[in-house]
């Protein structure tokens, strides 16, 4: 409601304000100005305004503003020969109102060429109108010659209107896909870290389901022994193992379903993919308060690949890279397609691994990163990344480098197990 009392005001304000800036190309009779321009935007803009009583309001607004200027210039009080004056004006903006609602000029928003011929229609039945009611008291005919000028305005008018609201559009639609980019972007950053979980949680199903069966049949063995307090210790364990396991379930079944509901675009280009996890480590750098700059080499023949899959994988390795640069570095993402494999390698000139380090770093819980209170990392995000890795038929591996303080990894993927649907 606040919304719409506000674009009344400014439209009783701006209107008549805009309708002194004018000319008359007919020696004074017919008054050309940027009231009607200015109302027709307005109209076209603003979805909140019932525009009958728009037209009415700004008619009103029109004539009493025309009204106090003339006896602000006049000598003397006067209210009948400015009213009869500027009356005509009132109905001018009340039947352009009416006949923009009656048109349905707003449901042509596809159709641009549509609203500028309505618009050209509405604005010279208003003039006719006008003119008409103005006749009454300055005997002005209605000639060929006053049709052909009114016409010719209203198509200037309109058209200019139109192609100035186009503009507005078009940046306003620039601006929502960005933003719904932007959106896309995130959604599908929080689902892709979902995807490696959602591996692990699977695996850790398998094991508690593994678990529970072990301890089950140590129950049976020690209750046939006698150890009935062991057996039904065994037997607690395989109950809260089995409860795990039935818990994993259902927040398995949980975001399997979140990622079904969000509208991700299952398969991409290579290239998109990849500008979206240098965008997003971009912003993640700058928020670590680091400088890094970004080389991107791609190579090869690429279909269109699973897109959360490939991207949780190269992300969470550009994101370690991030994460292992000190303050300025730089991160080299190279993608190639050799034969039936794709290869992606993520190197960075951060830290390194020392070589006591290399044979544990996939290690689950083996870390070497520590938060600024010196809290350890929990060290799973490779082994993670290498069993989701493994499980599809691929491999990662850490290379050899030169530079001591350079870092390398390659994936290595089946092109079938990326592009293939279900």
Same mark, same amino acid.
């Given at each position: 409601?606040?919304?719409?009392?506000?674009?009344?005001?400014? *439209?009783?304000?701006?209107?008549?304000?805009?309708?002194?800036?004018?000319?008359?190309?007919?020696?004074?009779?017919?008054?050309v100005?940027?009231?009607?321009?200015?109302?027709?935007?307005?109209?076209?803009?603003?979805?909140?305004?019932?525009?009958?009583?728009?037209?009415?309001? /700004?008619?009103?607004?029109?004539?009493?503003?025309?009204?106090?200027?003339?006896?602000?210039?006049?000598?003397?009080l006067?209210?009948?020969?400015?009213?009869?004056?500027?009356?005509?004006?009132?109905?001018?903006?009340s039947?352009?109102?009416?006949?923009?609602?009656?048109?349905?000029?707003? #449901?042509?928003?596809?159709?641009?060429?549509?609203?500028?011929l309505?618009?050209v229609?509405?604005?010279?039945?208003?003039?006719?109108?006008?003119?008409?009611?103005?006749?009454?008291?300055?005997?002005?005919?209605? #000639?060929?010659? #006053?049709?052909?000028?009114?016409?010719?305005?209203?198509?200037?008018?309109?058209?200019?209107?139109?192609?100035?609201?186009?503009?507005?559009?078009?940046? +306003? /639609?620039?601006?929502?896909?960005?933003?719904?980019?932007?959106?896309? +972007?995130?959604?599908?950053?929080?689902?892709s870290?979902?995807?490696?979980? *959602?591996?692990?949680?699977?695996?850790?199903?398998?094991?508690?389901?593994?678990?529970?069966?072990?301890?089950?049949?140590?129950?049976?063995?020690?209750?046939?022994?006698?150890?009935?307090?062991?057996?039904?210790?065994?037997?607690?364990?395989?109950?809260?193992?089995?409860?795990i396991?039935?818990?994993?379930?259902?927040?398995?079944?949980?975001?399997?379903?979140? *990622?079904?509901? @969000?509208?991700?675009?299952?398969?991409?280009?290579?290239? @998109?993919?990849? @500008?979206v996890?240098?965008?997003?480590? =971009?912003?993640?750098?700058?928020?670590?308060?680091?400088?890094?700059?970004?080389?991107?080499?791609?190579?090869?023949?690429?279909?269109y690949?699973? /897109?959360?899959?490939?991207?949780?994988l190269?992300?969470?390795?550009?994101?370690?890279?991030?994460?292992?640069i000190?303050?300025?570095?730089?991160?080299?993402?190279?993608?190639?397609?050799?034969?039936e494999?794709a290869?992606?390698?993520?190197?960075?000139?951060g830290?390194?691994?020392?070589? =006591?380090?290399k044979?544990?770093?996939?290690?689950?819980?083996?870390? /070497?990163?520590?938060?600024?209170?010196?809290?350890?990392?929990?060290?799973?995000?490779?082994?993670y990344?290498k069993n989701?890795?493994?499980?599809?038929?691929?491999?990662?591996?850490?290379?050899?480098?030169?530079? #001591?303080? =350079?870092?390398?990894f390659?994936?290595?993927?089946?092109?079938?197990?990326?592009t +293939?649907?279900?």
């Amino acid at each position: 409601m606040r919304d719409k009392l506000l674009a009344y005001l400014f *439209m009783i304000i701006a209107v008549p304000i805009a309708g002194e800036l004018k000319f008359y190309p007919l020696d004074g009779d017919i008054r050309v100005s940027l009231g009607t321009p200015l109302f027709f935007f307005i109209l076209l803009w603003s979805r909140k305004i019932y525009s009958p009583i728009a037209g009415l309001l /700004t008619g009103t607004a029109v004539v009493l503003f025309r009204i106090c200027l003339y006896e602000f210039q006049a000598d003397s009080l006067q209210l009948l020969d400015p009213f009869y004056l500027y009356y005509p004006v009132f109905f001018y903006y009340s039947i352009y109102a009416l006949l923009f609602y009656a048109f349905k000029i707003n #449901t042509f928003h596809d159709s641009p060429f549509i609203i500028g011929l309505l618009g050209v229609v509405i604005e010279v039945i208003s003039s006719l109108v006008e003119i008409t009611c103005r006749s009454f008291t300055s005997n002005i005919p209605i #000639t060929l010659s #006053t049709l052909m000028v009114v016409g010719g305005i209203a198509i200037i008018r309109s058209f200019f209107v139109l192609g100035f609201f186009n503009i507005f559009i078009i940046r +306003e /639609t620039k601006l929502a896909e960005e933003q719904h980019k932007r959106l896309n +972007e995130q959604i599908l950053l929080i689902i892709s870290n979902l995807y490696v979980e *959602m591996v692990q949680l699977k695996k850790s199903m398998k094991n508690a389901e593994e678990l529970t069966s072990v301890c089950y049949g140590l129950y049976r063995d020690l209750k046939e022994l006698g150890s009935n307090d062991h057996a039904q210790t065994a037997l607690k364990i395989a109950g809260q193992m089995h409860e795990i396991k039935k818990d994993n379930q259902r927040i398995y079944a949980g975001l399997t379903k979140l *990622m079904i509901k @969000e509208n991700l675009s299952d398969f991409m280009a290579i290239e @998109e993919i990849i @500008e979206v996890i240098v965008r997003s480590n =971009k912003n993640y750098g700058d928020i670590l308060g680091k400088s890094i700059d970004y080389q991107v080499n791609i190579s090869g023949d690429h279909p269109y690949y699973r /897109t959360i899959i490939l991207f949780s994988l190269i992300n969470n390795l550009v994101s370690n890279a991030v994460e292992a640069i000190f303050n300025k570095g730089l991160i080299e993402l190279t993608v190639k397609r050799i034969d039936e494999m794709a290869i992606i390698i993520v190197n960075d000139n951060g830290s390194g691994i020392s070589e =006591k380090n290399k044979r544990f770093i996939f290690e689950p819980g083996f870390t /070497t990163k520590f938060d600024q209170t010196g809290m350890a990392s929990n060290g799973i995000g490779l082994s993670y990344i290498k069993n989701v890795i493994e499980n599809i038929g691929g491999r990662l591996n850490l290379l050899d480098t030169a530079e #001591t303080n =350079k870092t390398s990894f390659e994936i290595q993927l089946p092109v079938t197990s990326l592009t +293939e649907r279900g």
